[in-house]
């Protein structure tokens, strides 16, 4: 029965993607040269609000959600959720600030941006910056966690499992584009969050409901603060360094923001933002739950339920394969199964589409700005394979490189947000700010940022000062990091007075209409008042 809801799920997405691919959108035909390319690397610009609200979403769940967020759970650390939920702020952020300046502006990319706003420079450093954090991360490690699904689940070969993931995902990008991605992100979306509430109302009525799940947990495990000296969540971090990470993540990098460039107009582009802030509420629940779900079976002996542990210690990260197997009947664990499959090839199929973008319009079309928009279209087609095969190349070096050095050289990516988050919220939110104080704001924080991994990683070598620095929670060391940004962005610029560039292109002219409706405004609002809700009663 497993096997059989897996095989529709692959059938149905391969069926969407097939229609999608073979249908033409609906903008003035694609005689002209820009709308191939349009439509490819932005799905035709014709894309409504539901799309790309799914889309958002669907994209982003990846492996850290489906291991990650269950094992936080499972750990006691229940307020790993303010990640998702600070999420809907900066999904409002997205939509309401940056998104008139993107669409204004007319850009495929975000370093496209960069360059429109301060220089060339900027440009090239975002893009390559861009391109290997998704080769050396996102795309293996997504791949990798196919396979996991498929040992972990259903005992195939993790090379078949991971092979099977990427193909099928590669195929259907290759040759659909951003739309193909986005459509088949709006199926994904419906089975992951069907199939995930399905594992948390089963798995509440097995330790006895609200009332069973409080009784084998503390107040803690259930909160969503922490002190301001907790070592890994203080509430100061929580609400002071994590939207700077939030800020770069949602509203800088391509990978997201890509959804909303596809909008038909600013009001779609806007609602699709708002919308999936409500959708980001739900990992708490159909995530994060049912990790402290597991922890409460583990805690009744009669429930034969329990972690398995390595030096004593308990690997809570399997907490989520470990309650799909021992709670759903067959038929029902192949449904989430598939929501999971669904979630890992939503995400592996967006980064994709956009680290093929950012190669093809950021570096390709630059080197050789004379091939023709048709021809870019093949470019991209062609990128798309060779992250494929890079993908699946880089799966072995994961197992020669030691666990918690791979991780921290993920952790790169947190140090490296601050400097990109300041030269693009400063960038929109100040005339007066220079392309000399943006290359200098980004190459010093690349500094700082690397220095703090070096440190990070080499802890135990360190003593004093140094050792003191290693040691600051990664969250107050990006807020620490965007201030310090900030000031030399402000500072060069301010020096470099005359270095500054006509940017009309970029704000708007004194009188020019904006976009403003009223039901988003509503749902905005709506949005805030159920965070501030969840905030008190997980207080």
Known sequence: MDWIVILGYFILILTVAYFVVRKRPAAPA???????TSSYFLGGRD???IAIAASLFASNIGSEHLVGLAGQGAAGNFVASQFEILASFMLLLLGWLFVPFYLRTGVFTMPEFLEVRYSVTAR???SWVSIAGYI???ISVTIAAGGIVFVALLGVDFWTGAIAIVLITGAYTVLGGLRAVIYTDLVQMFILIGGSIVLTIIGLDAVGGIDGLREHTTSEQLSLWRGMDDADYPWTGILFGAPILGVWYWCTDQFIVQRVLAAKDLSHARRGS???GYLKLLPMFIFVLPGVIAFAL??????GFAFPTTDGQAEYDAALPLLINYLLPSGLRGL????LLAALMSSLSSVFNSCSTLFTIDIYKKWRPSTSDKQLVRVGQVVTILLVVLGLAWIPMLQVIEGGLFQKLQSIQAYIAPPIAAVFLIGILSKTVNNKGALAALFSGAVLGTLRLILE???DLLSGFWLEVAEVNFLHFALFLFLVCSGVLFVVSYVTQSHRKELSSVFWAKGEPRSFNRWNAVLSVGLIIVVLILWLAFA
């Open 30 to 36: 694609l005689e002209s040269d820009d709308a191939n």
């Open 47 to 49: 894309l409504g609000w």
């Open 124 to 126: 090239n450093y975002l």
């Open 136 to 138: 050396l991360t996102k």
């Open 274 to 276: 708002i919308v999936a």
């Open 298 to 303: 583990a805690s009744d002996p009669a429930s």
């Open 336 to 339: 989430v199964i598939a929501g």
């Open 457 to 459: 990683i080499n802890k």
